[in-house]
């Protein structure tokens, strides 16, 4: 599995913008960039994924680099409830090759 | 969307017993997974649950540790057996939706302790 790399932590004051980055240097053509965000005591919730062009939704936006080799998740308004651990996962949307490798993510706090 | 119950929620165990956990959901989907999240950790995933056939084992983790049978396709079960208190940890069931939007949807997780 291609291997993304994330700062361990950030912190950000709240109703700010929040620019979360990660670099995956080793993408294939065949996968797609996904963010999930775990809250504290739950289980993984999906954020964005895209494959070339930027993406945005009710969420957040995400920010791909032109070579793919990086990205940025832009969280607009950084709210109390945006305090959670955020992934970077590269995805082979290939039938089969479904699953999802977490790495370590990012420890995001938000400063009231 | 996809809604994931799991059973557990959460219980202590005795070193050397077998606990099944279960994940029900709300509607078919194609894969189901199972991660294992240690204290600390990011998740792990143990395995992938296919309906009919034996599960798909990621590297560490092996059928007699990790059982797990996926009878249809909403409902999975999780066993892990002979436990020690290393396998405490949070337990997940992950789905993927019909819909192959590229959503993976995860339960609220079982936290088991092992004393």
């Known amino acids: 599995d291609a291997k993304t790399t994330q700062p361990n932590s950030m912190e950000s004051n709240e109703e700010e913008p929040v620019h979360l980055p990660c670099n995956h240097s080793?993408?294939?053509?065949?996968?797609?960039i996904h963010w999930y965000r775990q809250l504290p005591s739950q289980g993984p919730e999906y954020v964005i994924h895209?494959?070339?062009s930027n993406v945005n939704n009710r969420m957040a936006s995400l920010a791909i680099a032109e070579d793919r080799k990086s990205s940025t998740l832009i969280l607009h308004r950084a709210t109390l409830r945006d305090a959670a651990v955020y992934y970077c996962?590269?995805?082979?949307?290939?039938?089969?090759?479904?699953?999802?490798?977490f790495g370590t993510g990012t420890r995001l706090t938000i400063i009231p | 969307s996809a809604v994931i119950s799991q059973k557990p929620s959460r219980d202590i165990c005795q070193r050397g017993t077998s606990l099944t956990i279960q994940c029900q959901v709300d509607s078919q989907v194609t894969m189901m997974f199972w991660y294992r999240q240690q204290p600390g950790q990011s998740l792990t995933l143990i395995a992938t649950?296919?309906?009919?056939?034996?599960?798909?084992?990621e590297s560490g983790f092996v059928i007699d540790k990790f059982p797990i049978s996926r009878p249809n396709l909403t409902f999975s079960t999780l066993t892990v057996s002979n436990m020690s208190p290393e396998d405490s940890s949070i337990y997940l069931c992950s789905v993927s939706g019909l819909a192959n939007t590229g959503e993976l949807f995860f339960g609220e997780g079982s936290r088991l302790t092992v004393l």
């Open positions: 895209g494959l070339t």
């Open positions: 996962i590269l995805r082979d949307n290939n039938f089969g090759n479904e699953k999802l490798t």
């Open positions: 649950a296919n309906q009919g056939s034996e599960a798909t084992y």
């Open positions: 080793t993408i294939s053509g065949t996968d797609y």
